[in-house]
């Protein structure tokens, strides 16, 4: 009796152990671990292709064109990153007085838990600032103005 007593009490301090790592294992696969980002051409572009980088990573590359209006990815977090730095790089071609002009387009900000969020790449002031925008809450995503140092570095 002794023993299948202590059999019990051993197999409830197992299962009580257990259940944490359990519950905390199919918490941590719940979370959202990444986050989308749509890029779309506007109506004047003929082409564009743009690179996002996190964290000086190079983590998706888009390509529109007039057989291709947008494109989502789907961008995986840093692992325990939550707050990342992110910048923006990109040739844009539009027409523009019935002449065709390439924009160089980057700019850089940082992503504020960005995790489940859906993300926009958007363009203003004549296709020479391009950054990310979330526009269902603003807080997720902040722009700094000016050129992205990472965008400068040729392509290899």
Do not use: W
Not at 35 to 56: H, K, M, Q
């Amino acid at each position: 009796m002794k023993s299948k007593r202590a059999f019990l009490y051993s197999a409830l301090l197992l299962g009580c152990t257990l259940n944490p790592v359990h519950a905390q294992s199919e918490l941590s696969t719940e979370l959202p671990t990444s986050f989308t980002v749509t890029d779309e051409r506007a109506p004047e572009e003929i082409s564009e292709v743009s690179r996002l980088y996190l964290d000086g990573n190079l983590v998706a590359t888009f390509k529109l064109g007039l057989s291709k209006a947008h494109e989502t990815q789907t961008i995986p977090l840093p692992v325990g990153r939550f707050d990342v730095d992110y910048a923006l790089c990109g040739e844009i071609t539009i027409v523009h007085n019935g002449h065709q002009e390439t924009h160089q387009v980057s700019s850089e900000g940082q992503l504020h838990h960005p995790e489940g969020h859906s993300l926009d790449a958007v363009g203003t002031n004549n296709f020479t600032d391009f950054f990310l925008v979330d526009y269902d809450d603003a807080a997720v995503a902040t722009h700094r103005h000016g050129r992205a140092a990472v965008c400068a570095t040729p392509n290899t």
